[in-house]
């Protein structure tokens, strides 16, 4: 089975209760790959929209590093999200964690807010795990 890879949003239902936060827990247990810039979008989202201080939100983080591969943003991937961008107009951030997870050989992002469905460079397909 090819690794799996996981958007800021999914991680963001692991602080929530009910049907979503389950299925994100089980993407998690898994052993999913998520990027640094996973871990950037998770941390702001911790402190203004969920009211974390700055030690609950690294404990949160502290365990998404240990549950999941975490993959560092390089100049290269840098380089690979500006080209899906513009190829799949993506807006940057997205196409920065697409980009990390094409080379992480993911063969599926989990994503609630990107094009469900679509395939990437013919290796990578963005599903949306909670769609019914």
Same mark, same amino acid.
């Given at each position: ?5 996981? *958007?800021?949003?999914?991680?963001? $239902? ?47 983080? *502290? ?13 290269? &991937? ?9 190829? $799949?107009?993506?807006?940057? $951030? *997205? ?14 992002? $989990?994503?609630?807010?990107?094009? *469900? ?8 397909? &963005? ?6």
């Amino acid at each position: 089975m090819r690794a799996e890879f996981l *958007d800021t949003n999914v991680i963001l $239902y692991l602080l929530d209760e009910g049907p979503k936060a389950d299925i994100a827990e089980t993407l998690v247990a898994r052993g999913a790959t998520i990027s640094v810039q996973v871990l950037n979008e998770t941390l702001v989202n911790c402190r203004r929209k969920a009211g974390m201080s700055w030690q609950e939100a690294g404990l949160f983080l *502290d365990s998404l590093r240990n549950l999941c591969q975490v993959l560092p943003l390089t100049p290269e &991937i840098h380089e690979i999200g500006r080209a899906l961008a513009e190829r $799949y107009r993506l807006s940057v $951030y *997205d196409a920065m964690i697409v980009a990390a997870a094409l080379s992480s050989q993911c063969g599926t992002l $989990y994503s609630e807010d990107m094009h *469900d469905r679509l395939v990437i460079e013919g290796q990578l397909t &963005i599903v949306n795990p909670f769609k019914e």
